[in-house]
């Protein structure tokens, strides 16, 4: 059976992946890409039975999960070509 993950880091509406976006199996491409830019993206998915411990994490000053959420939202995207 394909394991569940879910994103619980910050909408990125321009990288097209929204807050909580479920994934079945392998990640798709793009996620892919946008982890190869910004790494914390991949700490931030996780199995869907961890995703309100995470959440809670990261909306705790202090916590790794806290610093890779606040990473995300403070990277600097290129504008796509």
Known sequence: MNEQ????????PRGGLGA??????PLPESVKKLIAACPEIGRLIVPVEQLALTRAAA???GTEENRLFEAVKKHKWEVAE
């Open 5 to 12: 993950t879910v994103y619980c880091g910050p909408a990125l």
């Open 59 to 61: 909306a705790k000053k």
């Open 20 to 25: 909580f976006a479920v994934f079945i199996g």
